[in-house]
Each structure stands twice: as structure tokens, then as C-alpha cells.
């Protein structure tokens, strides 16, 4: 269902009461009685997942499977897939000058992407009283999957042509994949580019921020927008060259302290976060979690412009009693 998402962020400042918009997909699995497998394998599954969720929370949107070994797997990497984790990305494919430039583009469909795509496509036919926003990698936490994490940090100092040659060719993938998650319904997407939140300053402004306005600008328009998501623990000192990618939305994970960030955040800008996902909502109890989000919202709620959410994806085999924990401290937060 098409919606105005410039108006959507509006609404989500002036509300005074605000639905918590956890990125929240991937317990689907425990609804069904399925793996993380089966999940990831199909498309009718997805969509499935994505409105039992719909239908369980009161959520601000429904956000698809941040599965951020899809794209890489796409270019040729080997992938590692459990029945009760997030896939993984193993191995580089990248670790030259002549691979960089021979590395080919995929095409959007290749792989899983088309799974996906036709998960958002079914999703956005079930699920209409919100948006429904798709999940992608950002280009330099694609690009270090490619060229392997570690490494990729190097050779932002060592070998920056050969850095730069790779994120040209994951940022023209990226655009062309949001293009079609854009054609297939939905009203956004989370590009969650963690890795960048590991760089310097100075380096996520040349290897991150540019490459990230590029899709922004390829992809933004009234009725469909750009969350940032980075749960790097370096994200204050670089929240400048973040606001320059012109994300309306940004997504922030629990290795910082929110209120600190949320005094740098312009008041046009919705910023989110950061209840630990792990160490709560997946290894808490209801009691932790619901202290946990007060806690949080406690500190940040006096900026209009802040939305609770969770740090970063909540794990598959988190417990639903936490997940409801967690709504629950928001309704409780706003005396509901």
C-alpha cells in the first residue's frame, strides 16, 4: 500500500505517544514452527512471518529478515546457514586489485533476491495498516563481507583503490536492488551498514557515508525512504558524515549511550534504538526487559524526535515473553 513516508516520519515526531518499531522478523521461525532455514529458503514463509508479527505487535512498521549474507552471497560468497541463526557470510572472494576488477555486478533475482523481493511483494498485499519496509546491507558492511571483515579495514589504509573499485560495484548492486524492493511494494528500506560503525571518522566519511547517499539519492522519494541502521559502537563521533547520507530515519545499536546520541540528532530527524537485543530481549527475562526499555526511554523519550526500538535485529530464538516484555514497557512507558 503506497503511503506518504515524508509525512510518516512527521507523524512519528508530533505523536505524542509512539509505536516502538523493533526490527523484529526473524522469531517469526517460533510462530510457525519452522527453521531459520525454511524461513530464508521461501518467499510465501517470509511474508507469512512478517504478518503473524503484524498481527501479534502494534509495531510503527513491519520490517523484513536483516539477513546480511544475502547480497554477498549473490557476488560468490560461501554462506553459512543454521536452522536457529542468521546466515553468515564465510571466507572473502576479494583480496586484490585484479579481483576487484574483475569482480561482475549481479543481477537483482540472482540468489535469494528474488525469494526476498517476492516476500515483500507478498507481505505488502497482507499487511496494510502500516508500512512494510525490506531489509538490505549497507555498501561498506557489503563490501567488507566480500573482502572479508578484517581485512577491509586494512585495506581502507593499504589498498583504498581497491576499496573504492568494490564499493562502486556493491553501491550500482544495491541501488538496483532497492529499485525492486521499490517496484514490489514497499514503503522503504533498513540498509543496516554496521561495519562502517567500526572505521574512524575521517574513514566511514570516504568509504561509508558517500556510497550510502548515492542509494539514498538513486531511491528516496515522498513515498519511500531510507532507515540507516549502524550498530557500531563508533557511531557518535561519526553521527556527521551519517546526517550527510540524508536518511530520515537512523537506527542506532545498544554498544552506545542513546541519550548521548539523540543530543546531537537534528529535530527533523527520527533516531531510534537501543534496547540490547542480545543481552535482553534474547538472554533476558520479562523483568530485565521491561526495565531495560524503560530505562531507555526514560532517558530519550524528552526528544520528540525519538522512537524505542531494539539495538539491532532481534535474534531467532528470542524469547516471545521478552518480545511482549518489551511492548508492554512501552505501553506502560505512555500510561496505556
Known sequence: ?????????????????????????????????????????????????????ADRVDSAASVSLMDLSIEAECFGSEIHVADDEVPTVVGSIVSSEEEAGALQVPQVGAGRTGIYIEAIEKAVQMITDRPVLAGIIGPFSLAGR??????????????????????????EFLIAYSKAYKAAGANGIVMAEPLAGLLSPSLAAEFSAPYVKKIVDAVQDDNFIVVYHNCGNSTIPMIDSILETGAPVLHFGNAIDMKEMMEKIPETIVAMGNVDPAGQLRNGTPESVRQATLDVMENCCKYPNYVISSGCDIPPMSSWDNIDAFFDAVKEFYGE
Do not use: H
Not at 506518504?4 to 516502538?20: F, G
Not at 529458503?41 to 517470509?46: E, N, T, V
Open 1 to 53: 500500500m503506497q503511503m506518504n513516508m515524508k509525512q510518516w516520519v512527521q507523524d512519528m515526531i508530533s505523536a505524542p505517544k509512539k509505536k516502538a518499531m523493533p526490527v523484529l522478523s526473524f522469531p517469526a521461525i517460533q510462530l510457525m514452527g519452522i527453521s531459520v532455514r525454511e524461513l530464508i529458503s521461501s518467499s510465501d514463509a517470509q511474508a507469512k512471518g512478517m504478518k503473524l508479527i
Open 146 to 171: 566480500l573482502m572479508d571483515v578484517t581485512e577491509a579495514m586494512i585495506y581502507c589504509y593499504e589498498e583504498p583503490d581497491m576499496v573504492e573499485t568494490v564499493l562502486d560495484k556493491v553501491t
